[in-house]
């Protein structure tokens, strides 16, 4: 049993995909922050780095964009360009968006270009023939491979998605010839004379991602919140699997489409920094600029026979539950997992084994690494879009990100150093007065800090609790 629930509102759209009761993947798209990745611009290079061979492209947005020219530049974006060694600064090249910008960095592109389709991905800018790994059977990839050399484009590639399994010749071919015609579009928009950065192909926006990728003979229901978005959603059905139209149905409940089949209170918790595993286990997931670390701990299980066996068993569930978070909070990156360590080798190959399965289920490239000498398993995932993380929530104003602020006892520490500092200049005779926050107020109060410095220095001081002051902050008055 599988479903799709779209939900689309004016400002906001989000796709869920379940399985069997269980959320396999949640996207959310805003009107306002659109993403990137996968659109097409003539950018103009703005500068050349020699020694990291990169450039940064203007694409008309208010950060550059970074362009790896390590691995060559293509013999057909080449073509279209002026005939010249090397990337220089004034230039104009076709580059699509290959990552998001993602705090202070700008977002990531190249000249390979990708252009998807439901079945088939063009590849103008290489000529490869790659068919998707989780085609198996050996006769159905011999029959997409030839179908794929027959029809690919002169000087292009293709890669044959997981959807076209079992799909005719005839319908792969019409496909690939559009999307060779969207190619020829692209070339002739960038031939046209333009000053600045243009976008010259806009990718697929969630309510046609949610289809493309999604929709095959498995899923039972398409239920779409939003009469609009419904009939986008039923045409674009109608043309890519007109078998599945009859499933896709409009919801118009009063209660939400997200919060009637509970997906709403499981996005909630994918913020959260500590999640409950169902034998009384936890993982806690800590983000860092550089990785993302995720610890696994017993917590209330004791297990029944001894503590080799409790933490092998934990492990095995926490493999699941970490593989589903790494996938529904779209992590990307390096990710190092701090697994509870255990005694024999065929547990940790067991436990690796689960990982690597479980990696092959996720649409986005993973690859589990190895198990470190200091028993961390590491994680590589391909990073893209904006996750759910970066979307729904910001720093927070008060620690600014950091999780944590100075406690109370360090601050009013602080306090006492300015007035000791402010008392050398000159002797405050009329007093102090010290607004501060009211959890600092508590603690000058109870530890007399206060009290003692103005009998130290024969002077009144007053403490005023000044109610949404930070914690950090405070002010001393004469």
């Known amino acids: 049993m599988k479903q799709i629930y779209i939900s689309a509102q004016p400002e906001e759209t989000r796709a869920a995909v379940v399985t069997d009761g269980q959320l396999q993947a949640v996207e959310m798209e805003r009107s306002a922050h659109s993403h990137l990745v996968g659109n097409i611009y003539k950018g103009q290079v703005q500068n050349v780095l020699k020694g ?16 790896y020219v390590g691995d ?26 290959t990552k998001d910008a993602v705090g202070t960095k700008g977002p990531r592109a190249t000249t390979h270009i990708t ?24 006769a159905e990839r011999a029959r997409l491979q030839a179908v794929a050399e027959r029809h690919a484009p002169a000087g292009m590639g293709l890669i044959l998605r997981t959807a076209s399994e079992g799909v005719s010749e005839e319908e792969l071919a019409k496909e690939i010839g559009y999307l060779a015609k969207i190619w020829q579009g692209i070339l002739a928009r960038f031939a046209l004379k ?14 046609v991602r949610a289809i493309r990728d999604h929709l095959d003979d498995t899923v039972d229901q398409v239920a779409v919140e939003g009469r609009q978005a419904f009939s986008r959603v039923r045409e674009l059905v109608r043309t890519m699997l007109p ?34 595993l169902p034998s009384g286990g936890f993982l806690v997931i800590d983000k860092t600029e550089a990785l993302t670390a995720i610890d696994v701990n017993t917590g209330k299980y004791t297990g029944r026979d001894n503590l080799a066996e409790t933490a092998y068993r934990t492990n095995l569930e926490a493999a699941g539950e970490v593989m589903k978070q790494i996938r529904l909070r779209d992590i990307g990156g390096m990710i190092l997992v701090d697994f ?6 065929s547990q940790n190959e067991d436990l690796l084994a689960r990982l690597r399965h479980l990696a092959k289920l996720d649409r986005t490239k993973t690859n589990v690494v190895d198990i470190t000498r200091l028993g961390l398993v590491e994680i590589t995932r391909k990073k893209t879009r904006e996750n759910l993380d970066s979307i729904v929530y910001t720093d927070c104003p008060v620690c600014h990100g950091l999780g944590r602020v100075e406690s109370p006892e360090t601050v009013s520490i602080r306090i006492s150093r300015d007035i ?41 001081i007053k403490v005023t609790t000044v109610p949404g002051m930070h914690p950090e902050n405070y002010t001393i008055l004469q």
Do not use: W
Not at 77 to 92: A, C, D, M, N, S
Not at 340 to 345: A, H, P, S, T
Not at 432 to 454: K, P
């Open 52 to 67: 990291m061979q990169a450039a940064f492209v203007d694409i008309g947005m208010e950060k550059n964009a970074f362009l």
């Open 72 to 97: 060559g530049m293509p013999q057909d974006v080449r073509h279209v360009l002026p005939q010249k060694t090397k990337v220089h600064i004034g230039e104009y090249l076709p580059v699509q968006i």
């Open 115 to 138: 252009i998807p389709g439901r079945n088939v991905v063009l590849l103008p800018t290489a000529a490869y023939i790659g068919i998707s790994r989780r085609i198996e059977e050996e």
């Open 194 to 207: 333009s000053r600045g950065a243009t976008l010259l192909y806009r990718d697929a926006d969630l309510l």
């Open 243 to 276: 078998a599945a139209e009859c499933r896709v149905t409009l919801y118009e409940d009063r209660t939400p489409l997200f919060q009637q089949y509970g997906i709403e209170k499981e996005i909630e918790t994918l913020g959260a920094r500590r999640v409950e």
């Open 340 to 345: 509870i360590d255990m005694e024999r080798e």
């Open 420 to 460: 000791r500092r402010m008392e050398r200049k000159s002797h405050a005779q009329d007093g102090y007065e010290v607004e501060v926050h009211e959890s600092v107020a508590e603690e000058l109060r109870q530890n007399q800090l206060m009290m003692n410095l103005a009998a130290e220095f024969g002077t009144d």
